[in-house]
């Protein structure tokens, strides 16, 4: 039902800024809560960022709050996620889904399913 692409990614060196981009399609897509995950080497896919349909409210894992900003833009379908003071640790995969709300996001009960992402590296 909702179907997404991934764009953005890159290498970049600490301290640096990328901004992804995930292009949705599919039905209502601004009734869904919209969202990030990341997956390192060797780790879990874990949450990263969400926000509601309307934008006014947003949820972010611990380790991002301060650097990371999700937005939407749901005239274009599209939900960005603005990464600024990258640490190495940010290195990951980085996928965007949909869920119904910010609580099965995080269980990542998502309505999408799970793409090739966009792949960002960040050296030291």
């Known amino acids: 039902q909702v179907q997404l692409v991934e764009s953005g990614g890159g290498l970049v060196q600490a301290g640096g800024s990328l901004r992804l981009s995930c292009a949705a399609s599919?039905?209502?897509?601004?009734?869904?809560?919209m969202g990030w995950f990341r997956q390192g080497p060797g780790k879990e896919r874990s949450f990263v960022a969400a926000?509601?349909?309307?934008?006014?409210?947003?949820s972010y894992a611990d380790s991002v709050k301060g650097r990371f900003t999700i937005s939407r833009d749901n005239a274009k379908n599209t939900v960005y996620l603005q990464m600024n003071s990258l640490k190495p640790e940010d290195t990951a995969v980085y996928y965007c889904?949909?869920?119904?709300?910010?609580?099965?996001?995080?269980?990542?009960?998502?309505?999408?399913?799970w793409g090739q992402g966009t792949q960002v590296t960040v050296s030291s």
């Open positions: 599919g039905r209502t897509f601004n009734n869904y809560v």
């Open positions: 889904n949909a869920a119904i709300n910010i609580a099965t996001m995080r269980d990542r009960l998502v309505l999408g399913s």
């Open positions: 926000l509601t349909g309307s934008g006014s409210r947003t």
